[in-house]
T-cell receptor, first 118, second 112 residues
Framework: DTGVSQDPRHKITKRGQNVTFRCDPISEHNRLYWYRQTLGQGPEFLTYFQNEAQLEKSRLLSDRFSAERPKGSFSTLEIQRTEQGDSAMYLC????????????????FGPGTRLLVL | GDSVTQMEGPVTLSEEAFLTINCTYTATGYPSLFWYVQYPGEGLQLLLKATKADDKGSNKGFEATYRKETTSFHLEKGSVQVSDSAVYFCALNGPGGFKTIFGAGTRLFVKA
């Protein structure tokens, strides 16, 4: 396995259009996370899944954002009616629930999808 | 809430210089602490981690020690190389385990 993959790597869209991003986690990982990173900042948590269940959503995730992980494997993040403020790098990460304690989990990140809304 | 503060960059060093990037945190409970690195055009990579007080994480010549008394996790390297030029992020993972909180990142430039 070569790690977390994301598609597309880059997306340019016009304001008001819908976009969808895909993330394929490391195959044995049951947890999947989405983050958003704006220029000059660290990643900010958006949401996370354990298997197919979405267990936590950040206040950053407005009603225009929706994420799914229908079969507990790949995940999609959709942004409806995009706004210029949505321009950012969208990062996906995955991890496995270890036996040593959840706080020790290491999250493995994909290369990200860079979104530019014109 | 939990937070991470790291020194602002950019940091510019000559090759073989000593590196320190300061990181302090605020958290409830006993978080795990991480340093991630982001090379130009690439995704985040885990550099090192420490899961309890006084643990030292190390990798590729980088080290950081989990100091609970000063709530710090400073990154150090004795002799930097041009290839170390990147953005370094300090991060914590709280007891809930599902959300990693990142600092703003510190950009390092190493000159030959």
């Amino acid at each position: 396995d070569t790690g977390v993959s994301q598609d597309p790597r880059h997306k340019i869209t016009k304001r008001g259009q819908n976009v969808t991003f895909r993330c394929d986690p490391i195959s044995e990982h049951n947890r999947l996370y989405w983050y958003r990173q704006t220029l000059g900042q660290g990643p900010e948590f958006l949401t996370y899944f354990q298997n197919e269940a979405q267990l936590e959503k950040s206040r950053l995730l407005s009603d225009r954002f929706s994420a799914e992980r229908p079969k507990g494997s790949f995940s999609t993040l959709e942004i409806q009616r995009t706004e210029q403020g949505d321009s950012a790098m969208y990062l996906c990460a995955s991890s496995s629930t270890g036996t040593s304690g959840r706080a020790q989990e290491t999250q493995y990140f994909g290369p990200g999808t860079r979104l530019l809304v014109l | 809430g939990d937070s991470v503060t790291q020194m602002e960059g950019p940091v510019t060093l000559s090759e073989e210089a000593f590196l320190t990037i300061n990181c302090t945190y605020t958290a409830t409970g006993y978080p795990s602490l991480f340093w991630y690195v982001q090379y130009p055009g690439e995704g985040l990579q885990l550099l090192l981690k420490a899961t309890k007080a006084d643990d030292k994480g190390s990798n590729k010549g980088f080290e950081a020690t989990y100091r609970k008394e000063t709530t710090s996790f400073h990154l150090e390297k004795g002799s930097v190389q041009v290839s170390d030029s990147a953005v370094y992020f300090c991060a914590l993972n709280g007891p809930g385990g599902f959300k990693t909180i990142f600092g703003a990142g510190t950009r390092l430039f190493v000159k030959a």
